[in-house]
């Protein structure tokens, strides 16, 4: 039996979850993600690195992802002095900056650096129907949701997403049922970016090992949403943490978003709230402004269009040379708070 807090709270069961409340909001402060009144207001640079370029090569042709504007995120991308453009994909809407490079007219070597520099600002986005577990319908069926219910190469909606459907047995409001998913995640997956085949959202592997990292996670949640007819979609971004107002940013991060009629899109993150059990309920239904969103979606066709197969996942920049996948590519992002809160 649970032992009773006794005479810690003499004035019953309200001080009681009052302390627990003032708890749980010191480990979010702690952790980092407590929100802000004020946005952040920061400058980003991200630069691309492309070596060991092959002699030889005739052309060059790069794409890195360029984050847009929405209702958590403004970005500005300062002027860019080269030949390079911005484009956006049709399929999701990405934005990101192209640009091919002839080798007979430009005297490369055996590297190349491209460097984009941003002002953004950064808010906190909470949904409280997400927090209440509110009883909201699932969306209307539109033309622009048939992307975010159909199965992804590396996301079938069979399978073992069959079995987990079976075995969960899902309740038919949306945001319950995805908080069903989200719980099941925490209490059913270990956390290991390591693991032989992690990394890539892989839903078969993922639900056989029970095991990944933040893509093998959110893969098996978007697979069970679209399964039950709830529009999700895959989201990827840079975390941007700071103790002293600056820092990098050297890899990317990922969640997930289902759309639900009434409140629109709401974010989960299963696997953050694996390694930081104190953040579970804060992080079904809120976005942090620790994050810069910078592309979404899954199988995605370039603008324009890579030779090579569609994208997996478009969170890093692509490099074909003389039309073929090229591997030598690095990116690093520095940035620096312009308001300190």
């Given at each position: 039996?649970?032992?009773?807090?006794?005479?810690?709270?003499?004035?019953?069961?309200?001080?009681?979850?009052?302390?627990?409340?003032?708890?749980?909001?010191c480990?979010?402060?702690?952790?980092?993600?407590?929100?802000?009144?004020?946005?952040?207001?920061?400058?980003?640079?991200?630069?691309?690195?492309?070596?060991?370029?092959?002699?030889?090569?005739?052309?060059?042709?790069?794409?890195?992802?360029v984050?847009?504007?929405?209702?958590?995120?403004?970005?500005?991308?300062?002027?860019?002095?080269?030949?390079?453009?911005?484009?956006t994909?049709?399929?999701?809407?990405?934005?990101?900056y192209?640009?091919?490079?002839?080798?007979?007219?430009?005297?490369?070597?055996?590297?190349?650096?491209?460097?984009?520099?941003?002002?953004?600002?950064?808010?906190?986005?909470?949904?409280?129907?997400?927090?209440?577990?509110?009883?909201?319908?699932?969306?209307?069926?539109?033309?622009?949701?048939?992307?975010?219910?159909?199965?992804?190469?590396?996301?079938?909606?069979?399978?073992?997403?069959?079995?987990?459907?079976?075995?969960?047995?899902?309740?038919?409001?949306?945001?319950?049922?995805?908080?069903?998913?989200?719980?099941?995640?925490?209490?059913?997956?270990?956390?290991?970016?390591?693991?032989p085949?992690?990394?890539?959202?892989?839903?078969?592997?993922?639900?056989?090992?029970?095991?990944?990292?933040?893509?093998?996670?959110?893969?098996?949640?978007?697979?069970?949403?679209?399964?039950?007819?709830?529009p999700?979609?895959?989201?990827?971004?840079?975390?941007?943490?700071?103790?002293?107002?600056?820092?990098?940013?050297?890899?990317?991060?990922?969640?997930?978003?289902?759309?639900?009629?009434?409140?629109?899109?709401?974010?989960i993150?299963?696997?953050?709230?694996?390694?930081?059990?104190?953040?579970?309920?804060?992080l079904?239904?809120?976005?942090?402004?620790?994050?810069?969103?910078?592309?979404h979606?899954?199988?995605?066709?370039?603008?324009?269009?890579?030779?090579?197969?569609?994208?997996?996942?478009?969170?890093?920049p692509?490099?074909?040379?003389?039309?073929?996948?090229?591997?030598?590519?690095?990116?690093e992002?520095?940035?620096?708070?312009?308001?300190?809160?």
């Open positions: 039996m649970q032992q009773q807090p006794g005479n810690l709270f003499p004035k019953g069961a309200c001080s009681y979850k009052w302390y627990v409340t003032l708890l749980a909001a480990f979010i402060a702690c952790s980092g993600y407590a929100g802000t009144i004020q946005p952040r207001t920061l400058t980003f640079t991200y630069t691309c690195h492309i070596t060991n370029i092959p002699s030889g090569a005739r052309q060059l042709n790069c794409w890195i992802p984050p847009s504007s929405d209702e958590r995120q403004t970005v500005e991308l300062l002027p860019v002095l080269d030949s390079g453009k911005i484009t994909e049709h399929k999701y809407g990405n934005r990101m192209y640009r091919q490079i002839a080798f007979d007219r430009v005297n490369v070597k055996d590297s190349l650096t491209i460097t984009l520099s941003y002002k953004i600002k950064l808010n906190e986005k909470s949904v409280p129907e997400a927090k209440a577990l509110a009883s909201l319908p699932k969306a209307g069926n539109s033309d622009w949701m048939k992307v975010y219910l159909t199965s992804n190469r590396l996301i079938p909606l069979d399978g073992p997403i069959e079995a987990l459907n079976q075995q969960l047995q899902l309740e038919n409001e949306p945001i319950r049922a995805a908080r069903q998913i989200y719980d099941y995640l925490i209490d059913n997956m270990v956390y290991n970016y390591k693991a085949g992690a990394g890539i959202g892989d839903v078969r592997w993922a639900c056989n090992s029970k095991t990944g990292d933040c893509s093998d996670y959110h893969s098996i949640f978007i697979a069970l949403c679209r399964s039950r007819g709830i999700a979609d895959h989201v990827f971004g840079l975390p941007l943490r700071a103790a002293q107002g600056k820092g990098k940013a050297k890899d990317w991060h990922c969640w997930a978003r289902f759309y639900v009629e009434g409140p629109g899109w709401i974010t993150d299963a696997s953050e709230a694996d390694k930081h059990p104190e953040l579970r309920d804060y079904f239904g809120t976005l942090s402004d620790l994050y810069l969103t910078i592309s979606g899954r199988d995605v066709v370039l603008e324009p269009a890579q030779q090579g197969p569609a994208l997996n996942i478009f969170a890093d692509y490099v074909e040379i003389d039309g073929k996948p090229y591997t030598g590519v690095k990116w992002g520095a940035f620096e708070a312009l308001n300190q809160n």
